[in-house]
């Protein structure tokens, strides 16, 4: 089935730094959004782009969609504590169903 | 976490048990979604509703039921045929009438130990 795999699987980095995760998908689709999981918690929806966008901004986060690569980035920019989660990026399979990576577990060092 | 409550949050069970896990959402959503999460890992579809009376499998269906009784509500049966039942299941919903939207709001979780 049609999946987005984020790269990497893992990443600590300090307050104030910038974090940047990937993922790639294998089929075409109509959009892609990335979602956001604090330890033991519900996801959160963070962002979604479109097929025929190439970048969106929200606060602190910048997304990119390349569509020839089928892949996407999520850059969240000046890292805080609060931001330590794992991030998942989602893309639909068919008109009903999202199909969810296996995320990027993001730690952010004091 | 939204307008969507799952109860409880940890859930204890002995081995050949059925378990029921309870979703309720507020948000007159008409889909709802039921995920299964691993440690370390991501989200399975188990099965998925986007009418009342209506629900169909996902991914990972088997050892598994559910109801839609209720706009508003949707629990997930974990049956003794499940191998593996342990596991952070996840509830969702979804608006697709109206003003459509593509994301998914989801409660906080279920944390089921089956021992």
């Known amino acids: 089935s049609q999946q987005g795999e984020e790269d990497p699987q893992a990443l600590s980095i300090q307050e104030g730094e910038n974090a940047t995760m990937n993922c790639s998908y294998k089929?075409?689709?109509?959009?892609l959004q990335w979602y956001r999981q604090n330890s033991g918690r519900g996801l959160v929806h963070l962002i979604l782009?479109?097929?025929?966008?190439r970048e969106k901004h929200s606060g602190r986060l910048r997304v990119t969609l390349d569509t020839s690569k089928k892949s996407s980035s999520l850059l969240i920019t000046a890292s805080r504590a609060a931001d330590t989660a794992s991030y998942f990026c989602?893309?639909?399979?068919?008109?009903?169903?999202?199909?969810f990576g296996q995320g990027t577990r993001l730690t952010i060092n004091p | 976490d939204g307008g969507i409550t799952q109860s409880p949050k940890y859930l204890f069970r002995k081995e050949g048990q059925n378990v029921t896990l309870s979703c309720e959402q507020n948000?007159?959503?008409?889909?709802m979604y039921w995920y299964r999460q691993d440690p370390g890992q991501g989200l399975r579809l188990i099965y998925y509703?986007?009418?009342?009376?209506?629900?169909q499998k996902g991914d990972i269906a088997e050892g598994y039921s559910v109801s839609r009784e209720k706009k508003e509500s949707f629990p997930l049966t974990v049956t003794s045929a499940q191998k593996n039942p342990t596991a952070f299941y996840l509830c969702?919903?979804?608006?697709?009438?109206?003003?459509?939207?593509?994301?998914?709001?989801f409660g906080p979780g279920t944390r089921l130990t089956v021992t």
């Open positions: 969702a919903s979804r608006q697709i009438t109206g003003i459509a939207s593509y994301e998914q709001y």
């Open positions: 089929t075409s689709i109509n959009n």
């Open positions: 782009i479109r097929s025929n966008e």
């Open positions: 989602a893309t639909p399979q068919g008109a009903q169903k999202l199909v």
């Open positions: 948000l007159n959503h008409d889909a």
């Open positions: 509703s986007q009418i009342v009376n209506d629900f």
